[in-house]
């Protein structure tokens, strides 16, 4: 008997295990395919909002802003003004940047603020309510790139948002539930908000009036209304009447910073990533990298050999995520090193095909020197072949679930993402250390992966996803899906996926993953966690098809929607 289990599991093996033909093209599942323009979002009114910007003549840039807020009005869940985010951009010349406007600790931020006097942390702190507030960025990063590289005016890219604030939104099914999920925090976390109403159904409407007052009072006077104004009060004054420590002095002394891009190659195509405090860019270069020399296309797509070499370096990626990185306006960050080839060669020089190496086993690297799943992304590109790449955040679902009264939005819960206790895993398990650690005016770290991809000097891809600490993984199996399996980006976005990060010891697995694989991974001596990944992450993308077209792909997962001309 044992031998006949034994011979089926290798015949399981030799069967997902066959070479991948390259597919010619045709007769495959496609996205929506544009002659001009192009905007993948979590919402169709976003999304929609954004292509009338770029039909009216706006840029990417003018665009990314109409979208943003639209995904506040019809994405409460994630599209934010109470958070943050990074964008990451190339313009039709080549010339890249990113910019910074992640959430950032307040003053009175101490490093030991969520434990209590025996040194453990303190359950909810973090992660519920006024004291897990960061300062908000969205607001400053979107008047930032708009001062630098927008064209429409800034209260043309604003109206559209209240006018959808003011109309309503049609609430849909996957929404419904959502809100009908998390209202007892809503209520738990603050007072009163109009989504305590009533147990929501799909095709209500929600007017957010006080939300359209708010937008309209930044529209009439600019960014210093959020950060200094009518609105940094109201903020102010509800998040102290919660017991929390945010202040008028914080909110004034918030800029975005821009960042320079982390790139490198992957099989002669240019990746263009977040740098830190995202981790997103480090470690996708790390992930993509450590697995080059050992060519994953030979291996059909989530195969177990596929599943296992991805899986080892996410492994030893997430490993030093963990140990290395951070703010760094704060700490030294060794991106060089930790993305050099060497170094990477190295890290993976342990790693077999004839069995899963324990993360227990797994540290973070040596160096000689220094040099999340509640969050939303999208992705856009112009006629003129600007692209734009954007994730942002409230961090966990509805943020704090603090809901401003009389401004009308959530309040992120970012301070989770620091390393509370170093050692001590955040809301999506991630372990962080001292590098990650609460300080006044920090930017937390983030798993925010916003990217863009090259071919041959052209843009290839835009690609990126909301899901905590699967972000990273998501973004990287989708280049993979393209580059090695020349799959549509639909069909790449649609794929089923799994995520390993160091700690807990374990692969997740979406449901409709092809089972065939858990007893080879399982006899290999990975552990198989199919309990606690419904879905795991949801990516907007934008494919350039050889002829110039684009071809978006929405993430079936979401309500998400691409629309272009």
Same mark, same amino acid.
């Given at each position: ?224 209304? @959020?950060?200094? !104004? +009518?609105?940094? &009060?109201?903020? =102010?004054? #509800?998040? %102290?009447? *919660? ?50 020399? @050992?060519?994953? !296309? +030979?291996?059909? &797509?989530?195969? =177990?050999? #596929?599943? %296992?070499? *991805? ?53 973070? !690297? ?200």
């Amino acid at each position: 008997m044992k031998r006949i289990i034994a011979l089926l599991l290798l015949a399981a093996v030799l069967l997902q295990c066959t070479p991948a033909p390259k597919k010619a093209g045709i007769n495959r599942k496609s996205g929506l395919v544009a002659q001009s323009a192009m905007v993948v979002s979590a919402r169709e009114e976003a999304s929609e909002i954004g292509l009338a910007i770029l039909k009216e003549g706006g840029n990417a840039f003018d665009a990314m802003v109409a979208t943003d807020l639209a995904l506040l009005v019809a994405f409460p869940f994630a599209g934010n003004i109470g958070g943050g985010g990074f964008m990451v951009y190339r313009l039709n010349n080549g010339d890249c940047g990113a910019i910074d406007y992640r959430e950032k600790a307040p003053l009175a931020a101490t490093h030991d603020m969520y434990l209590d006097d025996k040194g453990e942390v303190i359950p909810g702190n973090s992660t519920l309510g006024a004291m897990a507030i960061g300062v908000p960025g969205t607001i400053a990063g979107l008047f930032a790139v708009h001062e630098k590289l927008g064209s429409f005016p800034m209260e043309d890219l604003i109206q559209p948002a209240i006018d959808l604030a003011t109309k309503g939104v049609v609430v849909s099914e996957k929404q419904a539930n959502r809100l009908n999920h998390y209202k007892q925090h809503f209520n738990t976390a603050n007072g009163r908000t109009i989504l305590l109403d009533k147990e929501w159904t799909a095709g209500d409407t929600i007017r957010y009036q006080e939300l359209a007052g708010t937008l309209t009072r930044i529209r009439n006077n600019g960014k210093d209304e @959020f950060y200094k !104004g +009518q609105t940094a &009060q109201l903020i =102010v004054d #509800y998040v %102290q009447q *919660l017991g929390g420590i945010l202040t008028m002095e914080d909110l004034a002394a918030y800029e975005a910073k821009w960042r320079t891009p982390i790139t490198f190659t992957y099989k002669d195509n240019k990746i263009i990533a977040m740098p830190p405090p995202s981790s997103g860019g480090i470690c996708l270069a790390q992930i993509l990298k450590s697995i080059e020399p @050992f060519h994953i !296309g +030979q291996y059909k &797509q989530n195969s =177990v050999q #596929y599943i %296992q070499l *991805l899986t080892e370096a996410e492994r030893r990626a997430y490993a030093d995520r963990a140990h290395f990185l951070g703010d760094p306006d704060f700490v030294d960050i060794p991106t060089d090193s930790l993305t050099d080839q060497a170094y990477l060669n190295r890290r993976m020089a342990d790693f077999s095909w004839d069995k899963a190496t324990l993360s227990s086993d797994v540290s973070h !690297g040596e160096l000689k020197g220094y040099e999340s799943n509640e969050t939303t992304h999208y992705s856009i590109v112009d006629s003129q072949g600007n692209a734009v790449s954007v994730t942002t955040t409230l961090n966990g679902a509805y943020g704090s679930k603090v809901y401003v009264a009389g401004a009308g939005f959530f309040l992120n819960n970012e301070m989770d993402d620091f390393s509370s206790k170093p050692g001590t895993p955040n809301m999506f398990g991630l372990i962080g250390a001292e590098a990650n650690a609460i300080a006044p005016q920090k930017r937390m770290l983030s798993s925010m992966t916003p990217t863009i991809v090259e071919q041959d000097g052209q843009l290839k891809m835009v690609v990126g996803s909301p899901g905590g600490s699967t972000i990273i993984t998501s973004v990287a199996q989708n280049i993979l899906n393209v580059l090695e399996y020349d799959m549509s980006m639909q069909e790449s976005v649609s794929m089923p996926r799994f995520h390993h990060q160091w700690l807990p010891d374990d692969i997740r697995f979406e449901p409709g993953f092809d089972s065939l694989v858990f007893a080879p991974l399982r006899e290999l001596g990975y552990l198989i966690d199919l309990s606690n990944s419904p879905i795991i992450g949801k990516v907007d993308a934008v494919l350039v098809l050889p002829d110039g077209t684009l071809e978006g792909g929405a993430d079936p997962r979401g309500d998400d929607k691409a629309a272009g001309f």
